[in-house]
């Protein structure tokens, strides 16, 4: 599955500035970042009261502001680019980097391919984070104690707006970084990835909904903006917890089901001295089989599929017999019947067969072929649909006007 390249978090964003290339990676700029830069450059150079800065004038409270604003943009790029290193250290892709109002993302072209790595990665953003908070705190510092007033507010306004950006960024909820930690630690500790998923799912949907409560909280007591910002927050948290959940969703069915439950069990066999055109004629023609366990008096002696019939030249159907068409038994690619169908699926993919026998004991007990797993899916799904529009219905009928 991690193959794919499944991208974790997509961003469906309104044509986003183009910043530059960094190691190959390019990156943009959300729009709403040029809000954030005003509303931030404003914030600063209105909060020089005249009184205690006397000597500086709007243009000078400006500038500071200006740059102040464009460092804390700056402290997103460099949280995400302690992502991006670390992935493209580990291996991971890094397809882009999009530097948004509250933090940014950086979209991985694959996942880790251990939770360690995960976890690297997912902790490298808010680390960075808190060394440039300290940094900016330290130089505020240092700025008091040569009495430089002017430089002291904003690093450390921006050494407070760093360790913000950490501990927001650490919040469990995926697809935040906490939420990828959670998920590192689940599939470290489990050992299985699609627990860890679900997990993850869970956290992004918990606190997405905390910040919707919070943030219809302060809407009711006419905290507009503040509440706006929860609001799209929350929303987004929501939007991209799922992601992880959806592209899990497969595997997590698959995997709760062995090959016993999708298989066929009734194998059809034919003699290993029996002609091909008989076959063809009685069985293919006749009957609609096209998938043959070759015995030799009741003993298994190789597979013979539609697709070995058809590599026999036709004009040849008549004299060839069953065992010189066949795949014989020593070279067949099986699966035991409590093999889970991910493990059937990806047998039946690495070898580039649609079908396999289900074998036990050296005997075969069943076929599996990919249409009975796309079939076994498809019911799963559909039952689990129903079950979740019942479950809905009947909340929708019981809750209160
Ligand atoms: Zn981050």
Do not use: C
């Amino acid at each position: 599955m991690d193959r794919d390249g499944v991208e974790r978090v997509r961003v469906t964003v309104s044509s986003p500035f183009r910043l530059g290339i960094f190691r190959g990676i390019p990156i943009f700029l959300h729009w709403s970042l040029a809000i954030i830069f005003v509303l931030l450059a404003w914030s600063i150079a209105s909060g020089f009261s005249p009184e205690a800065y006397p000597d500086l004038g709007a243009g000078a409270q400006w500038l500071i502001g200006a740059i102040t604003a464009a460092l804390y943009i700056a402290s997103i790029l460099a949280h995400e680019l302690g992502h991006a290193i670390i992935a493209q250290r580990l291996g991971v892709e890094v397809k882009r980097i999009t530097l948004l109002v509250f933090g940014g993302i950086a979209e991985l072209g694959s996942e880790s391919d251990t939770a360690r790595a995960e976890l690297r990665i997912a902790a490298a953003g808010p680390a960075v984070s808190f060394v440039l908070a300290a940094v900016f705190l330290l130089l505020g510092l240092l700025a008091t104690a040569v009495d430089q007033p002017v430089i002291q507010a904003p690093l450390v306004y921006l050494g407070v707006a760093n360790l913000l950006l950490a501990v927001f960024n650490l919040i469990p909820g995926y697809p935040l970084d906490g939420g990828r930690i959670l998920r590192a630690v689940v599939w470290q500790r489990t050992g299985s990835k699609d627990r860890a998923n679900v997990r993850a799912t869970q956290s992004g949907q918990i606190v997405g909904f905390a910040f919707f409560t919070i943030a219809v909280f302060l809407i009711l007591q006419g905290q507009f903006l503040s509440g706006l910002w929860l609001l799209a927050i929350g929303w987004f948290i929501q939007g991209n917890s799922g992601l992880v959940g959806a592209q899990s969703g497969m595997n997590a069915l698959l995997n709760e089901v062995t090959t016993h439950q999708a298989m066929d069990d009734h194998v059809q066999m034919v003699s290993s001295r029996q002609m091909i055109r008989q076959i063809v004629d009685e069985r293919v023609l006749g009957m609609g089989e096209r998938f043959f366990v070759v015995t030799d008096e009741g003993v298994p002696r190789g597979i013979l599929s539609l697709t070995d019939i058809v590599r026999t030249p036709r004009e040849r159907w008549d004299w060839v017999p069953a065992n010189q068409a066949m795949v014989p038994w020593t070279r067949v690619v099986a699966v035991g019947p409590d093999t889970p169908l991910t493990e059937a699926l990806q047998v039946m993919t690495e070898r580039g067969v649609s079908q396999v026998p289900v074998v036990r004991d050296g005997r075969p007990v069943g076929v599996l072929s990919r249409e009975m797993i796309i079939n076994n899916l498809r019911l799963r799904a559909e039952l689990k649909t129903g079950v979740d529009r019942a479950t809905l219905q009947r909340q929708r009928a019981s809750s209160p006007r």
